[in-house]
């Protein structure tokens, strides 16, 4: 059987770590002996570019149509002030497929933990999935936009907090059994649904050990005690800007991946970095993370577990033998790195068919 993947590599350094994650997917699926067909999409800036919008008709039609989709990154300095920026794009691309459950797993390679720049005895044991609620909240509330005036709702049903809570329960079974709530209750009404929904549910998990905390309080335990977490299950600015600051216990924003899943229908795979306009073009970008989504497209976006261990252990085994994109330290390059992989993923194809 063959699958379909849709690439979407957008701006910046989308393009070069897009690039990366599709000859990793490729040299997996060959190792495992199953074939994938890529297309590929404009999306984002690239998009505003060729068709005047950041998410064109034709691209949405192509990412229904595909089993998944990986995105590279969208956005930069030059449509900032275009009519719809390319971020609209994402945000459309998110609510057009019901993608309401962002998993940002977050833990620390072999070989790198020295490098955080957290202190080697708080990042120990470290290993976090952020359960991000990715189709409402803030992001998708009414809005209005004046010169003297602005306005962002944030609402909340307790339908939509029930289903990412089920899905953060679930792999909390699936991993130490520990949910940390968090949220901001002492404030906001919707958070005060949001917890309540959260007690409601965890009745149905009772092997699940629950846990609430506030967004301010979370923010300074996550980097102060990261091994107390298990499973954070968050709305979706709030899992916005949390895992950009747990990136830090990884030691860079640019080795996280993410998966993007709703009831039904192709999942999106994407690195949680940006599209990084300082770096773009110089083929410096750490890779890492698009490997890393790569790996969670096999896993969660086409059910092919064997093809993600074999990614995620072609990229563990590169770190651990001193792979390093300059962000860690290091010189090699996109294309450098990108190889320390791609040789890792064949030697192992070649082992496994001896
Ligand atoms: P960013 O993540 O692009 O960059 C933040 C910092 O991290 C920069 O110094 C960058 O060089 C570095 N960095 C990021 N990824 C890296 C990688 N793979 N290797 C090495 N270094 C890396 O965030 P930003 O600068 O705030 O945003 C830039 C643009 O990207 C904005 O337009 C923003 O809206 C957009 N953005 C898009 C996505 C997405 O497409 N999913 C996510 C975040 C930001
Ligand atoms: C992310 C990004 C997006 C978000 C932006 C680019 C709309 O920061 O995927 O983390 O805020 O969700
Ligand atoms: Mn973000």
Redesign the pocket.
Known sequence: MTHSVLLLP?????PE?TEVARTCMEAAAAAEGFAVRFDEAPF??AAIDEAGTPLPDATLEKAKASDAIF???????K??DAPE???KG?LGIRKALGLFANLRPVKVFDGLEDFSPLKLERVKGADVLIVRELTGGLYFGEKREGDDEAFDGCAYSAEEVERIARIAFKAAQARSGRVTSVDKANVLATSRLWRRTVERVSGDYPDVVLDHMYVDAAAMALVTHPARFDVILTENLFG?ILS?EAAVIAG????LG?ASLGASGPGLF???????????GRG???????IASAAMLMRHGLDRPGAADRIEAALAGALKAGAR????GGEDG?QAFAEAVLTRLKSEARRGAA
């Open positions: 957008g701006d910046g350094i989308g770590v984002g800036g995105l590279g990154a969208v956005g930069g300095p449509w900032d920026r390319p971020e994402l916005d950009d860079s924003i640019g080795l993410s994407e690195p949680i970095h940006g599209s990084a306009p300082d770096i773009a410096i970008a750490n890779p890492g993370g698009a994109t300059a962000d860690l996109t």
